[in-house]
């Protein structure tokens, strides 16, 4: 079993920048794949960035390719969201995923904000 714990969010300028943090507790961290997940007002939650156990491998959803960033410290038990150049469309709810084989486990998300 992990815990996770997401923060970092917050109200941003449109073309400014954030970073999310997803802390993990509990069970082996490195032996989980770590995705970052959200849902905007009126949507359906949709994957934003997944990433592999070791950091080897990252997949992106077409909307943030080249803006965001999905990156992993083991060491630090803690998965981040580099989020550049955000537009009023990235606000949402961001959720922090961990999977292992069938089990996963959400954590409670944090609000970002992209206004004027």
């Known amino acids: 079993q992990v815990q996770l714990v997401e923060s970092g969010g917050g109200l941003v300028q449109p073309g400014g920048s954030l970073r999310l943090s997803c802390a993990a507790s509990?069970?082996?961290?490195?032996?989980?794949?770590m995705s970052w997940y959200r849902q905007g007002p009126g949507k359906e939650r949709e994957l934003v960035a997944a990433i592999t156990t070791n950091g080897a491998i990252t997949t992106y959803a077409d909307s943030v390719k080249g803006r965001f960033t999905i990156s992993r410290d083991n060491a630090k038990k803690t998965v981040y969201l580099q989020m550049n150049n955000l537009k009023s469309e990235d606000t949402a709810v961001y959720y922090c995923?961990?999977?292992?084989?069938?089990?996963?486990?959400w954590g409670q998300g944090t609000q970002v904000t992209v206004s004027s």
């Open positions: 995923k961990a999977v292992r084989n069938f089990d996963y486990y």
């Open positions: 509990g069970s082996t961290f490195s032996s989980y794949f």
